[in-house]
């Protein structure tokens, strides 16, 4: 190339470079113009949350964010306050127990109408009652416990059941039995209605899409209207994006599951700092380790109780969750009845040492033990890696963890085929009560021995149970007061002797909010009251 | 005209080529989700729903059946243009793809416009001093913007325009507080259409980070592409030939040579449209964007064999179409071109 050639090609460089420049400054100072309309428009809220809407119908619900979604959307017979008391929400007042425990009878509120003005009462209720239990996903909740559904007169319903329940309160208060309209679900007696919802609630739904749902107050609600003039709930993919939302200023409320623990920490020390307001819930989900009961080298009990030895707790919950995530050492979480006993023992390595021992481990032969955790659940990870270098440290030459991370789907897919020798899981109960986390994971229909061959602990990959479990479980839902206390202690305690399950933490649910924002609030059942959302007066 | 017709055989050989190559995929998808542990029962009613409910939803959803009746049933209906509905909640596997796909489509195409500008000006700006400083930035961006891992960018990104500067939404398509447009589900084009400025500048806003994210991250190729494809034009007998004739160098460089080293990279934005349609999961998944690659492995997960079988069908097929334009396009414009 010649000089002149390229000095053409420098003069061309410097004119292409100058409208880039151009281009940039005034790209940036558009940006800025629209930064300063990054303001909320309205006196409307914005709530975030994790994961997708995949369905509105409470038959189809399973998520934290759907159950959430549908706490605003409709209303319960019950409701569970945060000091644990049942307090009436449709129902008109109690229910009523008769005939030995095995009749419920609740009167109806009159003055209640579905968001498609018809009117709400016992046939209704008994409607969505019955569609639950035949399509519901999770009817299982339920069980064989309700027989018959009678409508006496329209402002009363009538439970018949198979057993006297004490459960069933409780269970009164979960989303899933959220009345829905006969009308506007004639066509969808016997299959998911996913994208409208048509209730009772303090909130209307007027569009939605799986990431973002509007709701706004239902003007012929019974009860006090909704503080906020509505509310835009959107769903982001994940921790970092609802993080950034949140300190950004884009959304005003942040729900709190699937936030990685970082991100938690950062949010409570800016709540600290006064940035933020926090609030949290009664923690009701449980993590714990699943042992498989029915093959060595879990088959020996005196191994299984080496290992619940072996957890130190309060390591776990400093490493993976800076202390967020209580220590547990019950099946039931503290804020349920009979959940503040601690049957499971400390942590001592001497003793996992000497019962290890007995059973022919240590002395140059380690127990090797696989660990699975979900691989797409971080805290699980960071659970697994810390335990096994708690135990290399402690227990050399006693254990070592092999550790597999494994996705989810797989994870419970054959869980329940015995595929998993020792596997870290969590759980939290479909409603408020000790008997939503001890039959789940404890109830057997057939065993032989210590070995359970049908129920829901061959389902939970634990295959364990022992004489008399399976009618103590039975004998606590008919219990009341201090009498079903004492039974529930019992059967936590048969449970931590078993040693099959090794609970490791206590999650606890939190909201944070910008600070232009009222105090949060969260019932009972671990749900935030998005009705009294309102601005700071 | 004769060349027009061999395009037109060529065309159509590959056009009739297509559904061979359709069933090959969606054949390879049917069976490898089959082999795949976990079981979509359990994704739909959970775990620890009753055996005979499981049992009722296996035979409602057609699980039951032996595998090689599954596999003609699906092969039967794909044919007809019936995708199924999805396990989880029924809902037609057309309506979650053409709820996606838009989104998916919207973001490679504006990153893909982001990424040829950008990228084709560094690659070009070097070359009138070749191994100039100017020319190694270029190669350094060329390089460097590839190497970058995308979801370390796309973060670092979002913590800058959207958390610390506040300029831009962290994630979401859509304002969560405006009513999107309806239509053709391109939300700036529907936008536009309805002559909703509000919606249009959310819509912008909400896109401007993740198709810039990618953009920059795609540019290097291009970048690469021209730098190399331009030099090596430049020293080429048709460039010296028309540099004897006495015409100026930027006619030389504007007229022949870069006609010439643009050809290649057409077939390269070809490729990476086709590729981004599916591939931008990571940049999907940091910015919460509502698009097809996210949708697919978010059924992958659930295991719903009939979306991510009817996502995998329509990207393969769209791949086909976008590869088969670009070569005729390519061979249209380049009369060396022989099949």
């Known amino acids: 190339m010649g000089c002149i050639s390229q000095s053409q090609l420098l003069q061309q460089q410097r004119r292409f470079r100058s409208t880039w420049i151009s281009v940039a400054v005034g790209l940036g100072l558009s940006l800025s113009q629209l930064a300063c309309q990054h303001q909320h428009s309205s006196d409307r809220l914005t709530v975030a949350s994790a994961g997708r809407i995949a369905s509105l119908d409470p038959a189809q619900a399973n998520t934290y964010g759907t159950l959430q979604l549908l706490s605003a959307l409709g209303d319960t017979l019950y409701t569970r306050e945060q000091d644990n008391s049942l307090k009436p929400q449709l129902a008109a007042e109690q229910p009523q127990i008769s005939d030995g425990g095995r009749t419920v009878t609740i009167p109806l509120r009159r003055d209640v109408l579905f968001h498609d003005g018809t009117r709400f009462d016992a046939e209704a209720m008994a409607f969505s009652l019955n569609r639950f239990l035949r399509i519901g996903i999770q009817s299982y909740v339920v069980g064989d416990r309700i027989e018959a559904i009678e409508t006496p007169a329209s402002d009363v319903l009538r439970l018949r059941l198979s057993r006297p329940s004490s459960s069933l309160e409780s269970l009164l208060t979960s989303p899933y039995l959220t009345p829905i309209s006969p009308t506007a679900y004639a066509n969808h007696k016997d299959r998911f209605l996913n994208d409208r919802f048509i209730g009772t609630g303090p909130y209307k739904l007027i569009s939605f899409r799986a990431t973002q749902q509007r709701l706004v107050p239902f003007k012929r609600y019974w009860g006090a209207p909704p503080s906020n003039a509505g509310l835009d709930m959107i769903n982001l993919s994940n921790s970092t994006a609802l993080f950034g939302a949140l300190r950004s200023g884009e959304v005003d409320v942040l729900l709190s599951e699937s936030i990685d623990e970082d991100q938690r920490l950062a949010l409570d020390r800016r709540a600290d700092q006064g940035l933020l307001l926090e609030s949290s819930g009664p923690a009701l989900q449980i993590g714990y380790i699943t042992f498989l009961s029915n093959a060595p080298p879990l088959l020996s009990k005196q191994v299984r109780q080496a290992l619940v030895h072996s957890l130190d707790r309060s390591l776990i919950s400093t490493r993976v969750s800076h202390g967020q995530r209580q220590p547990l050492r019950s099946l039931i979480p503290p804020s349920l009845q009979g959940g503040r006993q601690e049957p499971w023992p400390i942590y001592s390595p001497d003793r996992t040492r000497t019962l290890l021992r007995q059973a022919g481990y240590c002395q140059g032969q380690p127990l090797e033990l696989p660990l699975t955790y979900r691989s797409n659940v971080p805290s699980d990870r960071l659970m697994a890696l810390t335990w096994q270098a708690q135990l290399s440290r402690d227990l050399p030459d006693c254990i070592r963890l092999r550790l597999e991370g494994v996705e989810s789907t797989t994870v419970y897919g054959y869980l329940g085929k015995g595929a998993f020798k020792a596997v870290m899981l969590d759980w939290g109960g479909s409603y408020p009560d000790p008997e939503a986390y001890l039959a789940p994971l404890l109830s057997c229909t057939q065993a032989k021995g210590d070995i359970c061959e049908a129920g829901e602990a061959v389902i939970s990959g634990s295959f364990w149970t022992r004489p008399g479990l399976e009618k103590a479980l039975r004998r606590s839902d008919s219990l009341k007061g201090a009498e079903r206390l004492e039974q529930l202690l019992a059967i936590d305690t048969m449970a931590a002797e078993g040693a099959a399950y090794l609970p490791v933490w206590l999650v606890t649910p939190k909201a944070w909010a910008q600070t232009h924002l009222a105090p949060l609030e969260f019932n009972g059942s671990g749900q935030l009251r998005l009705a009294r959302l309102r601005e700071k007066r | ?339």
């Open chain 2, 1 to 339: 005209m004769a060349r027009g017709r061999e395009l037109l055989r060529y065309g159509a050989t590959r056009l009739a080529l297509a559904p061979v190559m359709l069933w090959l995929i969606s054949s390879l998808v049917f069976l490898l989700l089959r082999v795949a542990p976990g079981d979509p029962v359990d994704a739909v009613l959970g775990s620890r729903a009753p055996a005979d409910a499981k049992a009722q939803i296996r035979e409602q959803l057609g699980l039951a059946m032996p595998l090689s009746d599954q596999y003609f049933d699906f092969i039967n209906r794909l044919i007809h243009g019936d995708l199924g509905t999805a396990l989880i909640n029924q809902e037609p596997v057309r309506h979650i793809i053409a709820d996606a796909l838009p989104a998916s489509l919207e973001l490679s195409i504006t990153a893909l416009i982001l990424a040829a500008v950008s990228g084709l000006a560094v690659g070009f700006s070097g070359i009138a001093r070749p191994e100039g400083k100017l020319d190694l930035a270029g190669r350094f961006y060329g390089i460097g913007t590839y190497a970058l891992p995308p979801f370390w960018v796309a973060m670092l990104l979002q913590l800058l325009f959207a958390v610390i500067l506040g300029w831009l939404p962290v994630g979401g398509r859509f304002p969560p507080s405006l009513v999107p447009p309806s239509g053709s589900g391109f939300l700036i084009l529907d936008s536009i259409l309805s002559g909703d400025w509000v919606a249009l500048n959310g819509a912008v806003r909400h896109l401007a980070l993740p198709a810039c994210t990618l953009g920059l991250l795609l540019s290097g190729v291009f970048t690469n592409a021209l730098r190399l494809n331009l030099r090596r034009a430049l020293r080429s007998d048709y460039v010296e030939a028309a540099r004897s004739r006495g015409l100026s160098e930027s006619q030389v460089v504007l007229r022949h040579a870069l006609p010439n080293a643009l050809l290649p990279v057409l077939t390269i934005a070809g490729i990476t449209v086709a590729s981004l349609i599916g591939g931008a999961l990571l940049i999907e998944v940091t910015f919460s964007w509502p698009g097809i690659a996210l949708r697919l492995q978010e059924s992958i997960n659930q295991r719903d064999y009939p979306v991510v079988q009817g996502i995998v069908v329509v990207i393969a097929a769209l791949v086909v179409m976008i590869s088969v334009f670009v070569d005729l396009l390519v061979a249209s414009l380049d009369p060396r071109v022989r099949y």
